[in-house]
């Protein structure tokens, strides 16, 4: 069993920036690849960023990237997601996952734990 918790979620102004945090538990995290999704009202959940078991390989959607870093600290079993020049397109519920295995992947089905969710307003 896997817990997650979000955190870092909250309103900002266009242009600004947030880290979103997910601390993780129960098992061994470096064995796990991590993904943040997000969802907006009336929308289906999106794949946003992956990172695999080591860090080493990362994938961004392409309505990110660059300005959208995953990272992580496996010492402290946590995930990042470092978002800047937020648009008001990027308000939503920002949910990490994690998977069974090290390989990342933007298929919000091969993510087995998932966290609560926290909520991103970006106002214009």
């Known amino acids: 069993q896997v817990q997650l918790v979000e955190s870092g979620g909250g309103l900002v102004q266009a242009g600004g920036s947030l880290r979103l945090s997910c601390a993780a538990s129960g098992r061994t995290f470096s064995s796990s690849a991590m993904g943040w999704f997000r969802q907006a009202p009336g929308e289906e959940r999106e794949f946003v960023a992956a990172?695999?078991?080591?860090?080493?390989?990362?994938n961004n959607a392409d309505s990110v990237k660059g300005r959208f870093t995953i990272s992580r600290d496996n010492a402290k079993n946590t995930v990042y997601l470092q978002m800047n020049s937020l648009k008001p397109e990027d308000t939503a519920v920002y949910y990490c996952?994690?998977?069974?295995?090290?390989?990342?992947?933007?298929?919000?089905?091969?993510?087995?734990?998932w966290g609560q969710g926290t909520q991103v307003t970006v106002s214009s």
């Open positions: 990172i695999s078991g080591s860090g080493g390989v990362t």
């Open positions: 996952a994690a998977r069974l295995g090290v390989s990342i992947s933007t298929s919000r089905s091969e993510y087995y734990y």
